[in-house]
């Protein structure tokens, strides 16, 4: 299994930039997919979740409206469009992914493949 998580960079504040994630060893459809942050001295937090189908989206109260999540499931690839940046939009940001259970959206722990991170950088 592999999570390749890319796209992250300095960004100046009210910038985008698009996160890219691909997946491989798994049956990618099946999966919800996540993107999780953290900062330096925080905890890893979530900011935006999508379902296999991409029938459900979640997301964090502190990127709605800026953020997308999006995924092509023939390219077992998950998206996550980030817009009108901030300098406390700053994290490593990480991809993961989520065999569903019972639960909406699913809390970080029971997420089973975590990607390596990327790195976001928000210049004031």
């Known amino acids: 299994v592999q999570l390749q ?11 985008s930039t698009r996160l890219t994630c691909t997946a491989s060893g798994f ?10 942050r953290q900062a330096p001295g925080e905890e890893r937090e979530r900011v935006a979740l999508m379902s296999g189908s991409g029938d459900r989206s979640y997301y964090a109260d502190f990127v ?6 999006s995924r092509d499931n023939a390219k077992n690839t998950v998206y996550l469009q980030m817009n009108s940046l901030k300098p406390e939009d700053t994290a490593v940001y990480y991809c993961a992914a989520d065999f569903p259970g019972s639960t ?3 809390p970080l722990v029971d997420y089973d493949y975590w990607g ?7 210049s004031s």
């Open 116 to 122: 390596q991170g990327t790195e976001v950088t928000v």
């Open 27 to 36: 049956n990618f459809d099946d999966f919800n997919m996540g993107w999780f």
């Open 5 to 15: 998580a890319s796209g992250g960079g300095l960004v100046q504040a009210g910038g």
């Open 64 to 69: 709605m409206g800026r953020f997308a999540i």
């Open 104 to 106: 909406w959206p699913p």
